[in-house]
């Protein structure tokens, strides 16, 4: 409920947050997820510097999922709790300092646990989008959402590259330390300009927000049935991203690892697809999009599967799976913060645990089918889970009776 006495900021307006403002939170938001990607493509020489071998390496990835798995839980819902303009730079500055211990580790054990910190913090990009989503008025908080998650996907995107560059010219250590610097000034900038939020948190104590992922999946309909779409779909991410290195970098292509990352650049038309997924959904045409995208990730295979043939096609099927990925992201979270725009937190955090599990599946089952079976089965598996997530919306279509419309939503009272 909005207050009666609350005033207008400078980064707001009557029909909600100011471009510039959104754009801030997109700066962000990239800025925090970034964190978590850094090292993928640094590991060889991490592992050089700090003595690891190649299993161990494998850890790194892994502790940071990890954390910021946790902090999908344990730190997300907070935002319901306390006031997101203090939690938000907080959570910038923790990340800077956790960024600089990753920097200076003197071995294996202070970095895994500077990374596993490092992932715990960078969930505060979620509580970007929560509150974004409380800044903005209803009829435009399609808009926003797609404003703020082209951010997630550009950082997303530019952090593997932006750190082989950087550690080329400074060694790997040096893009810990300019990534606190940029942390840190994020969180001076955010101090400064986060307008003031005019939605009143519902009630909650801590216990209960940390059990929502579990409440939300048995009590409302839209949320369960929109992070079962989260995580098939992130599987079809985890598969792709988790896989593609291998068939890229054996016969016949043999690339390097600077030259892998570059592919990562072409799902910049994930950019495009949120931003624009965002304002459709605000026209109440969220499950048209949910429709098209999902058939749409389901083709993308189709191309990718000639990877060990052309590289053209590869990069058509990483446009169009980029594309449909994040504007069904965009819908999804679209859909779910209708439940209670006040509970924002909590249900974005509850979405992203879909997301999460759903990333490590994927990438743990191409990873281990590419083993077994090569690339074409990679591809099966991927397309089989955009065919589950596209059966789980067909039914959900029939069940509801609502035709294209959206699914009608209910709030719960014990959210």
């Known amino acids: ?236 991410f985890g598969a792709l991203w988790g896989s593609i290195a291998l068939p890229l970098s054996a016969e016949p292509w043999h690339m390097s690892t600077s030259e892998v990352g570059l592919f990562g650049l072409v799902g910049a038309a994930g950019a495009f697809g949120a931003a624009r997924a965002g304002t459709l959904a605000d026209r109440g045409l969220a499950q048209w999009v949910t429709g098209v995208v999902l058939v749409l990730f389901a083709l993308s295979w189709i191309p990718i599967a000639w990877l060990p043939h052309s590289l053209i096609p590869l990069i058509i099927g990483i446009l169009v799976i980029d594309l449909a990925g994040q504007a069904l992201h965009v819908t999804n979270v679209h859909l779910i913060l209708q439940i209670d725009p006040a509970a924002s937190s909590r249900l974005v955090g509850s979405n992203m645990v879909y997301y999460s599990v759903g990333t490590g599946i994927g990438a743990i089952a191409a990873t281990s089918v590419y083993s077994a079976w090569g690339w074409g089965a990679v591809c099966i598996l991927g397309a089989g889970f955009s065919a589950a997530a596209l059966l789980i919306w067909i039914s959900d279509r029939i069940t509801s009776g609502r035709g294209g419309s959206n699914t009608a939503i209910t709030t719960t009272a014990t959210l």
């Open 1 to 236: 409920m909005k207050s009666s006495n609350a005033r207008a900021t400078p980064g707001t307006r009557p029909d909600g947050i100011s471009t510039r403002t959104a754009l801030l939170l997109a700066f962000a938001s990239g800025a925090a997820v970034a964190n978590v990607y850094y090292a993928q493509p640094l590991l060889e020489r991490i592992g050089h510097d700090l003595g690891v071998g190649p299993a161990g390496l494998g850890l790194v990835t892994t502790v940071t999922q990890a954390g910021y798995f946790l902090g999908l839980i344990l730190i997300v819902p907070l935002g319901d709790l306390f006031n997101r303009r203090v939690l938000i730079p907080a959570g910038c500055v923790i990340s800077a300092i956790a960024l600089v211990a990753v920097a200076v580790a003197p071995g294996s054990l202070t970095f895994l646990v500077a990374s596993g910190i490092v992932g715990l913090a960078a969930v505060v990009q979620q509580v970007i989008i929560a509150y974004a989503a409380v800044l903005s008025s209803p009829r435009l908080r399609g808009r926003v959402l797609g404003i703020v998650t082209s951010g997630v996907v550009i950082g997303i995107l530019l952090a593997r590259t932006v750190s082989g560059l950087v550690a080329d010219l400074l060694g790997w250590r040096s893009v810990f330390v300019v990534s606190a610097v940029l942390m840190v000034v994020v969180a001076l900038v955010l101090v400064r300009r986060l307008p003031s939020e005019t939605t009143t948190a519902s009630p909650a104590v801590y216990r209960r927000l940390i059990l929502s992922v579990v409440t939300l999946s048995v009590q409302e309909r839209v949320f369960r049935v929109r992070s079962l779409l989260s995580l098939f779909m992130f599987a079809g």
